[in-house]
Nanobody
Framework: EVSLVESGGGWVQPGGSLSLSCATSGFDFGIYIMQWYRQAPGKERELIAY????????GYSDSVRGRFTISRDNTDRTVSLQMSKLKPDDTGVYFCAAYVGPRYYWGQGIKVTVSS
């Protein structure tokens, strides 16, 4: 059974840092591009970061580039998102996803709130 489980969310003050992790099982992790999506209140889900199968290449949306870092561990089957310099606009539900076209697997999402 495929499983992606996010952890590490919560509340943080503006300017703070938070690290998300996604533990996976049930699929061939090493051949999937791993991604993080975010859905802000009242908005559509958006792709904010992705990392290649080897971990050598990563990409970010303009909204998080320079502040967030995605990484993966193919041995532990995990993908992480280190978030720094957080802003209130970073508030939302964060989802990890595994993609190898056209297949997607999704986590259930975890809430991040950035406020003072």
């Amino acid at each position: 059974e495929v499983s992606l489980v996010e952890s590490g969310g919560g509340w943080v003050q503006p300017g703070g840092s938070l690290s998300l992790s996604c533990a996976t099982s049930g699929f061939d992790f090493g051949i999937y591009i791993m991604q993080w999506y975010r859905q802000a209140p009242g908005k559509e889900r958006e792709l904010i970061a992705y990392i290649s199968t080897s971990g050598e290449n990563a990409g970010y949306s303009d909204s998080v580039r320079g502040r967030f870092t995605i990484s993966r561990d193919n041995t532990d089957r995990t993908v992480s998102l280190q978030m720094s310099k957080l802003k209130p606009d970073d508030t939302g539900v964060y989802f990890c996803a595994a993609y190898v076209g056209p297949r997607y697997y999704w986590g259930q999402g975890i809430k991040v709130t950035v406020s003072s």
